[in-house]
Structures are given as C-alpha cells and as structure tokens.
C-alpha cells in the first residue's frame, strides 16, 4: 500500500514538474492561450485523478461527465461575464446601474449552484460519496496550488 502511494507521489511531481513550469510563461496570440489552457487541464485530470484513485471504469465513466459539467460552468461564466461588463466602477453605479448588478450577480450564483447540484447528482452515479466529496476538495487544493504557482512566478519576474 505504501509503496502504491509511492508511486502515486513520484508520478505526480514528475507530471507537475514537466508541465508546471509552462504555467506562468508569457504568451504570444491565441495559439499559446489555448496551448497554456490545454497544459492546465492536462495537470489538472493528473491531479484528480491521483486524488480520487479512480478505477480504470471510474475514470472512463467520470471524465465525460466532467468535461461536460466544466464546459458549462465555461460557458456560464462567459455569460455573465459579458452582462457584468462594466465600464466604470461598481462604487460610481447610480441605483439602477446597481440594482441591475446586484440581480446579476444573484443569478449567476443561482445558476451556478443549480449547475453544480446537477453534476453532484451525476457524479453520485458513478463514484461513491467519498470520492465525490474528494472532488470537490481536490479542485479547490488544485486552484490553490495554481494561484500560488502564478503568483510566485510573477513575483520572480519582477525581481
């Protein structure tokens, strides 16, 4: 069993140093956005998928499932991102301009969260509760792990 967990850690920073340190790289046109995008998912499916220890049938019936609820939650979030755009600050809003925010931004954690109980179910369809509640710890350790990273590597850049 140790060994196993051994051998899980030695893949992961292998996979993490291979593919980290394209994380915070200056990018030049759409190409390399969609090449960096592309690295990050790619870390992340790693990431999960060592978290969660998923079975061979686990991760070809969870993946699927997975893209599908990210793109959603993509496209939700371009959506509201267009309707909050905004060309002055939210304290130089008159009190229609706020009001009309203030719905916004309950909509869009109303649909978020209406998503995401939608996927919850899905998941519980194919992985057993603990791993579901893994899933949800490991993304926010990943996004943690991701924001860090990025933010170390600009502070590194400015010096």
């Known amino acids: 069993m140790k060994s196993k967990q051994s051998i899980r850690v030695i893949i992961f920073t292998i996979l993490s140093l291979a593919v980290v340190p394209c994380i915070a790289q200056p990018l030049a046109g759409k190409h390399h956005d969609e090449e960096h995008q592309e690295r990050i998912r790619s870390m992340k ?4 998928t060592e978290r969660l220890s998923l079975t061979t049938e686990e991760a070809q019936q969870f993946w699927p499932v997975y893209n599908q609820y990210q793109k959603e939650l993509k496209e939700l979030r371009t959506k509201h991102a267009r309707e909050m755009k905004q060309e002055k600050s939210v304290a130089d809003f008159t009190e229609e301009e706020a009001a009309k925010y203030v719905e916004c931004e309950i909509s869009r954690l109303e649909e978020t969260a209406k998503l995401k109980r ?12 603990t791993k579901v509640a893994l899933l949800y710890e490991a993304e926010k350790d990943f996004n943690r792990r991701l924001f860090r990273e ?9 010096k």
């Open 45 to 48: 499916v790693a990431f999960i």
């Open 118 to 129: 939608k996927y919850n179910e899905k998941f519980l369809e194919i992985l057993p509760v």
């Open 150 to 158: 990025m933010r170390r590597r600009q502070r590194d850049m400015r």
